[in-house]
Structure formats: structure tokens, C-alpha cells
């Protein structure tokens, strides 16, 4: 009988176009050959490895699924597949591409002006540019509706007033798209880094996303042009269907996360002799080792078919919330069961389990918490609004 | 001129090679399958040498089943202009290869063939100088630096006792080591543009390949499990340990 790759038992990779296994190769071997040498270290020092962003430019993974102004234009699983490869490195790396692409570059694309679109996507494909995405504000995230920066129209500007919670990238970034509450309701507006009024600090002892920076963004006055009003969009749904694009990719990147944590455990167990057997030929290491690759191969599944129906356009928020739910808490358990597998040498930054784990704590709370994206799914059984 | 590298599909060199239980072979089901990466610092010189302007064409080739053009596409993605698979299935021995190369140099008229030193699969470092005979036009293999000037290469090759820098005229074949370059990532928008580069398929008995079979494998076996070490007190014990061994 044939064997079966370990971490592919469903043969999912053949489900995969001859491109898109390219897009997912050339991607893993930047992550092994240049992040990952980087990525211990850095998360130790709570440093984001900005030296990376040339070279993650350049491999053309920024703004990869829009088309035109110098970006890739690949489909929704090429996307997908380069959210899994970069966490596979670490969650922080995933975050960076994920701000820049799903939550700057597509508003800017989706619901820019012509002239705001030739400004700032070549700028941001090349990564010469860094954007960063303030939706939530201090008093609690869940609830974006009530929002309460704001924007008042003055002459032919408007004066931003407020304050924005837990941004990625904020003190990286040369723009800002900020959701603020106007008379005709919510919109977005490009602030620059050097407008009058508008800070950035930084949030310091985190113990998760290490490897990335996550700011508070504050507003005081803040003038801002109308031309860097978004035009096209107003309501909710503008910062919404964002998140949409971000959780879509989100739901692939715990995979790589979880992939990385099982092979190391694998590694692990079959080389540590313990009363005179490997630990994987013990019954409860294979229980919990079979229960990791039979999580893993459903998650991959649900992301496989999200990135078909996102490309027929027919993809649904509340089947994004199922999988986004399932993958991040899948991923979690994963790389917590894997820490312990490891026994103490799973407590260091040598293994990857404990800082996958440590990471994912954020993953499942951002871009909707777990409980959240349970009430969209209950919502949508029942009809019942349980928010 | 043109350049024409040989591409091999191989085992990939992060893979933990598996024998297949019955001994007929290595496994290579589910199993990733890549570029061998000698011939991937053959492709990335040759298209340095297009960059510097000195070569205008780049053409890939690879002999085996259509998973082979996998490994085209990846050239092409990599920067060649185009690809020929040569279609054959069962195990190519180093002759074959040489011939069917042959027959290709005779209808490419390259400048320089640019194959890899060796094969990291089996390891047979024959190819290239199989096809510099049967092609009758000058070798320099090992490469690890490569300078065109004047209808000459200059090629610094490795040897045992160290570099060993070499003229010879062309057209001829090169083979590429390991610290010829260093290959280049290969970037998302240039995989989707490959797609569109001309592939075209030819096979053995199109270019009239007689099949070499001069070797055949009688079984494989993984090699010794190494034994586990020995941790000792003091250096008289290691002394006498490795005495005991015959190694002192
Ligand atoms: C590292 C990191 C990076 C981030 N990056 C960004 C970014 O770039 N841009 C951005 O805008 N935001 C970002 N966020 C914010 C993130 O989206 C929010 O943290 C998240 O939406 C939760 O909001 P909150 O933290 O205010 O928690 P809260 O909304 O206060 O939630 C607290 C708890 O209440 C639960 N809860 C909420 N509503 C209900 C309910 N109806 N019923 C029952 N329980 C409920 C939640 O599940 C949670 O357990 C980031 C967060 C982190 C941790």
C-alpha cells in the first residue's frame, strides 16, 4: 500500500491548480529560508522584522488578489495559501500582510478614488508605503456600531476627533484608514502619519503577536482633506466587507500555524525515547497526534471550498464566521496540546508550539472574537438577532 | 545565443527519502517533488548571463511524464523564455538523457548546454559529460564561477585540492556547483505569466532516442541506523576508548 504524506492524508494538495502550488512552494521557501531564522528572535525581543518588507514586497505578496495599480491579481486560494505559508512562520508576519492587503489596500481599491487608487496601491504593492486599519475603539471592539470617533465636515475638509485600539502596524504606518461616525453615517478616511493631531503609541507587554506592532491611535483635531474621504462607500458594511477579506484569509493562516506545530510534534515524539519506546508509539500521543491531522485536514477543507465560492463570488459572511471560528480554535488547541507534547523544552522559543499558542490567543480574539463569529452562525440557524 | 538547462524533477532536498517497503524503489507518492537544486543554479547562471546581455534565450528542458512540466513551469516562472518536455516514462539513465539532449542541441543549436554537476537523486554526475562526448564540443563541470567573453568561457571549477580555472571555446556544456549562485525566489506575478510561455512536448521516439540500459537497480535498502553516542568522563577514557576502537 502507498503511504500517505503526514500532513496531507486527504490529498488536499491535489485539489490545487499547478500555479497555485507554486504560489504556495515560492512562499514557504521565503518563510524557511528568510523568516523563520529571524522569527524566535524577534518575538523574544518583541521586535517586528521590518527588514523583511522589501523582500515580501517584492515576492509580490502584498495587495496579491487586486488587480491592477502593481498588484499580482492571483485568486482567492493563491490568497489563501500565502496566509497559511506566512503563519506557518508566525501569526505577526500573516497580521502584516493581511493589514496591508485585506484591510488598507482593498478599501482603497474597492471604494477609492481614481486618484487616491494611482497615489497609494503601487506604493503600498512595492511595501513603500504601510498602511494600518483603525476600526476598534477602547470601549469594546465587539460592538463597532457604536462607534464614537468622529468626523465633522468643515469647510472643504473634516476635523477627526477620537481614539482607535489594538491597530496593527500603527506605528509603522504612513497611513491610516480610520472608520469614523459622520452625519451620513460611518466612513473611512485616509490619515497620514504627519497630519496635525494624529498620534500613534505603542502597546508594550504583550505576551501574544510578539512579532508585530500593535498601536493605539489617538485624534485630536485631526484635519483631514476630503480627498482622503473613501468615496464610495458609507455604513458599516465599508469597514465590514473588509473584514470580510481579512477573515477569509484568516481562516487559511491558523493551518499553517497548526501544520507547523503537528510536524514539530511529530519530529519530536518519534525521536524522544522514553521507558525504552518513542513517545509516538505510545497509545496516547498517536490518539492526540491522529486528532491534531484529522482537525487539520477538516479546517483545510472548509478553506478549500471558501476560496472556490469566493471566486465564483458567491461567498457568504456566515460561512466565512464558521470557518474562522473552527480554524483559529482548531489552531489554538493544537498548538497548546503540541507545547505539551514537547514536555519543557516546549516552553522555549527553540520549538515553535508555545509561540504559535501564545499567538493564536490574539488570533481568535481579533477580527471577531470566537464568541462573536458563534452568535453570526446562531444568527443565521435561528433568525434570532442574540447579540 | 541560447542557453539551453537541463531541469530534473527529484525528491525535494528537505524531504526525509523513504525507502518503499518492497525495496523496488524510493517512495515519491505524496511525496514533494522539486527542482534538483543543482540544476536550479544552472538555470539562475544562465539567466544571469540573459541579464548581463549576454545570451538572448533561455530555454528549460526536462524528460519524464507531464509532472515534469510542474518543474518547467517553475523554470519559466524562475525567468526562461521557454520549455520542452520530452515525454518518457520509467526510470531515464544518465545515457538516455545525454542523447535526448543531443538530439535537442542538434535542433536548438545553443551556445551553452547548462546541466547540474549531479542528480540529487541518484547521485550519477554523468550527464553532462556523456552529452560533451557524443556532442563532440568542450566540458567544464563543477562550475562555481562562469565569465563569457569572446566565443570563450572562463569557468572556475571546483576540484579536490581547491579551484581549478579553466578556458574552453563555444558552444559547449557546463555543469553547475553548489556555490555557483545562490537562486532566485520566485515571484507570485511572474508564476501567473509563465502560464502563458510556449511549452512544448516531444518525445523519445519523436526525436528518435535510442534507450540506453546499461544499469539496473537490483534493490534499495536505507542506510544503517546510526548508533546511539557514548558520553565519557575523562580524556583517558576517551583516549583509551578510542584506542580500544582501533581509530588511535
Ligand atoms: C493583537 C491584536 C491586533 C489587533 N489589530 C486590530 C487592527 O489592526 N485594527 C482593528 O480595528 N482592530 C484590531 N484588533 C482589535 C480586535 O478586533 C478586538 O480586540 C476584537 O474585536 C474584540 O474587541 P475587544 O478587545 O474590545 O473585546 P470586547 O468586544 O470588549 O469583548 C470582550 C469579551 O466579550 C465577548 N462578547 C462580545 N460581545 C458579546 C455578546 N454579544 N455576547 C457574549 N459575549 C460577547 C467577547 O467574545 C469577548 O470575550 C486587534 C486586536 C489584537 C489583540
Given at each position: ?279 509516538s508509539a505510545t497509545q496516547s500521543a498517536q490518539v492526540k497526534l491522529a486528532d491534531m491531522a484529522r482537525r487539520i485536514t477538516s479546517a483545510k477543507l472548509l478553506s478549500w471550498r471558501l476560496g472556490r465560492l469566493k471566486d465564483e463570488g458567491k461567498l457568504h459572511p456566515s460561512q466565512v464566521s464558521l470557518a474562522k471560528w473552527n480554524n483559529v480554535r482548531m489552531a489554538l488547541d493544537i498548538a497548546r496540546e503540541c507545547r505539551d507534547l514537547l514536555g519543557g523544552s516546549g516552553i522555549t522559543l527553540e520549538y515553535s508550539a508555545i509561540r504559535h499558542a501564545l499567538n493564536l490567543e490574539s488570533v481568535i480574539t481579533y477580527e471577531g472574537t470566537e464568541t462573536v463569529h458563534q452568535l453570526v452562525i446562531g444568527r443565521e ?7 | ?248
Open positions: 500500500m502507498r503511504s500517505l504524506d503526514p500532513l496531507d492524508l486527504y490529498e488536499i494538495d491535489d485539489l490545487l491548480s499547478d500555479e497555485e502550488r507554486m504560489i504556495r512552494d515560492a512562499v514557504a521557501r521565503f518563510v524557511d529560508e528568510k523568516a523563520l531564522p529571524l522569527i524566535p528572535k524577534c518575538f523574544d525581543e518583541a521586535r517586528f522584522p521590518a527588514e523583511l518588507i522589501p523582500e515580501i514586497a517584492d515576492l509580490g505578496l502584498l495587495g496579491s488578489s487586486l488587480e491592477g495599480y502593481g498588484c499580482a491579481g492571483l485568486n482567492a486560494t493563491s490568497y489563501g495559501l500565502i496566509c497559511q505559508e506566512l503563519e506557518r512562520g508566525d501569526s505577526g508576519l500573516r497580521s502584516f500582510v493581511s493589514v496591508q492587503s485585506s484591510l488598507c489596500m482593498y478599501p482603497i481599491h474597492a471604494f477609492g478614488s481614481e486618484e487616491q487608487k494611482e497615489r497609494w496601491l503601487p506604493e503600498m504593492a512595492a511595501g513603500r508605503v504601510i498602511g494600518c486599519f483603525g476600526l476598534t475603539e477602547p470601549h469594546g471592539g465587539s460592538d463597532p456600531s457604536n462607534m464614537k470617533t468622529r468626523a465633522r465636515k468643515d469647510g472643504d475638509d473634516w476635523i477627526l476627533n477620537g481614539a482607535k485600539m489594538w491597530i496593527t502596524n500603527g506605528n509603522i504606518a504612513d497611513i491610516a484608514i480610520v472608520w469614523a461616525q459622520t452625519d451620513d453615517g460611518v466612513q473611512g478616511f485616509i490619515v497620514e502619519k504627519d497630519f496635525d493631531g494624529y498620534e500613534a503609541r505603542e502597546i508594550h507587554a504583550k505576551m501574544s503577536l510578539r512579532a508585530s506592532i500593535t498601536s493605539e491611535l489617538y485624534f485630536d483635531n485631526v484635519r483631514v482633506p476630503d480627498a482622503n474621504r473613501l468615496p464610495n462607500v458609507k455604513g458599516l458594511k465599508g469597514p465590514l466587507s473588509c473584514l470580510n477579506q481579512a477573515r477569509y484569509g484568516i481562516t487559511w493562516g491558523p493551518i499553517g500555524a497548526a501544520t507547523a506545530c503537528l510536524k514539530e510534534a511529530l519530529d519530536y515524539c518519534g525521536e524522544r525515547e522514553l521507558f525504552g519506546r518513542p513517545v440557524l435561528t433568525g434570532h438577532n442574540a447579540f | 545565443m541560447k542557453i539551453l538547462v537541463t531541469l530534473k524533477r527529484v525528491v525535494d532536498y528537505n524531504v526525509r527519502v523513504r525507502v518503499k517497503s518492497d525495496g523496488s524503489g524510493v517512495e515519491t507518492d505524496g511525496v514533494k517533488m522539486s527542482i534538483n537544486p543543482f540544476d536550479e543554479i544552472a538555470l539562475e547562471e544562465a539567466l544571469r548571463i540573459k541579464e548581463r546581455g549576454e545570451a538572448e534565450e533561455v530555454i528549460v528542458a526536462s524528460i519524464g511524464g507531464d509532472e515534469v512540466q510542474q518543474q518547467l513551469r517553475t523554470g519559466l516562472a524562475m525567468g526562461a523564455d521557454r520549455a520542452i518536455q520530452v515525454s518518457a516514462d520509467g526510470d531515464v539513465q544518465p545515457l538516455t538523457a545525454a542523447r535526448t539532449f543531443l538530439k535537442l542541441v542538434e535542433k536548438e543549436e545553443p551556445g551553452i548546454v547548462f546541466l547540474g554537476k549531479q542528480a540529487i537523486d541518484d547521485d550519477a554526475n554523468q550527464t553532462g559529460q556523456m552529452l560533451a562526448a557524443l556532442w563532440d564540443r568542450p566540458q567544464a563541470t563543477f562550475a562555481s564561477k562562469v565569465e563569457l567573453a569572446d566565443g570563450k568561457a572562463t569557468v572556475a571549477r571546483e576540484v579536490d585540492s581547491g579551484l581549478e580555472t579553466i578556458e574552453v571555446d563555444l558552444p559547449a556544456v557546463l555543469t553547475s556547483d553548489l556555490r555557483l549562485n545562490e537562486p532566485r525566489f520566485v515571484k507570485l506575478p511572474e508564476i501567473m505569466k509563465a502560464k502563458r510561455k510556449p511549452l512544448e512536448t516531444l518525445s523519445l521516439e519523436d526525436l528518435g532516442v535510442e534507450r540506453a540500459g546499461g544499469i539496473e537497480a537490483v534493490s534499495y535498502e536505507p542506510p544503517p541506523q546510526r548508533g546511539g553516542g557514548k558520553v565519557v568522563e575523562s580524556v583517558d577514557e576517551l583516549v583509551s576508548e578510542l584506542k580500544s576502537k582501533g581509530l588511535l
